[in-house]
């Protein structure tokens, strides 16, 4: 197990006013770790995180707007995503009327096209974005996948994957595989436990999972089920502190006898 460098250390949260993300940040701060949110709406981030973070305005989308966002970073966690299916955060160019929709459903390209925040302008495009945009020293880049990547051909990620975001994710885990950086990526199942974005900070800090159950890891994309949210985010930060989750691509759900505290370096080792 390493530690954190209080002094030099330095975070960037992708997608930190959301679900997981903003859990993240909470841990990391938790930690004393020094932290910088990429986000659209600094306002947002501001009043969320009770102005302890950095803030650096970018859209992983657009790469100009990332260089501003790297100097002095030394890790990178991305919980960047969209919705599986077409909904309003797609952002479309113009709202579809009902017959759009049809369409929109029944031609799962023609919608990607027409959105903004599709997954693969999300999940594939923006991630490499990221992944090109990172400093070359970076220690390591987490990235919050999801299951089913290996098993799209097989129900119920087939139908997960009815409008191609399992194979966007697929493709920003390709890129951050053959960038070079040291990475862990991270393939929750269903997300449980919040989203708590209507709350503050102290409420972050104090989340507690609502499930019962254990934390398992595997690798192979083997395993189907329910993760907590702030099992994941723990996962994300956890893993910087362990060189054993380096260069290691795993699942994470919720099952069996939950343990009072969960023994990451453990859980890390078995991969």
């Known amino acids: 197990m390493t530690s954190f460098d209080s002094v030099k250390d330095l975070v960037l949260v992708a997608g930190a ?21 990429l986000t659209r709406n600094a306002a947002k981030a501001e009043e969320m995180f009770n102005q ?5 305005v970018g859209d992983i ?16 966690i991305n919980c960047t995503g969209t919705t599986a299916f077409p909904s309003e955060r797609w952002e479309f160019e113009q709202s579809p009327n ?10 799962p390209k023609s919608s990607q096209a027409k959105a903004k925040n599709s997954p693969e302008k999300v999940d594939a495009q923006g991630v490499s974005n990221l992944v090109e945009a990172a400093p070359r020293n970076l220690k390591r880049f987490v990235f919050v996948s999801s299951c089913g990547i290996l098993r799209k051909n097989q129900f119920p990620f087939s139908i997960l994957n009815a ?11 390709d ?15 269903r997300l449980i436990d919040g989203p708590y974005t209507s709350y503050d900070l102290n409420t972050l800090l104090k989340a507690k999972t609502g499930g ?14 329910d993760t907590s949210r702030i099992d994941v985010a723990n996962a994300c930060v956890e893993c ?26 453990t859980l890390f080792s078995l991969l």
């Open 240 to 265: 910087l502190l362990y060189p054993s989750s380096s260069r290691k691509i795993f699942e994470i759900v919720n099952q069996g006898q939950r343990l009072p505290v969960i023994d990451w370096e």
């Open 175 to 189: 890129s951050i595989i053959n960038s070079g950086l040291p990475y862990t990526i991270i393939r929750p199942g």
């Open 61 to 76: 989308r657009q790469p100009a707007t990332l260089p501003a966002a790297m100097p002095d970073v030394t890790h990178i």
């Open 52 to 56: 302890r973070v950095e803030i650096a």
């Open 98 to 107: 009902l017959l759009e929709w049809g369409i929109t459903f029944l031609n």
């Open 212 to 225: 019962k159950y254990g934390v398992v890891v595997s690798t192979g994309d083997t395993l189907s089920g």
């Open 17 to 37: 006013t959301g679900g997981v993300g903003q859990l993240v940040v909470g841990k990391l701060l938790e930690k004393g770790v020094k932290v910088r949110v």
């Open 163 to 173: 409008f191609g975001v399992l194979d966007a994710k697929q493709k920003g885990e």
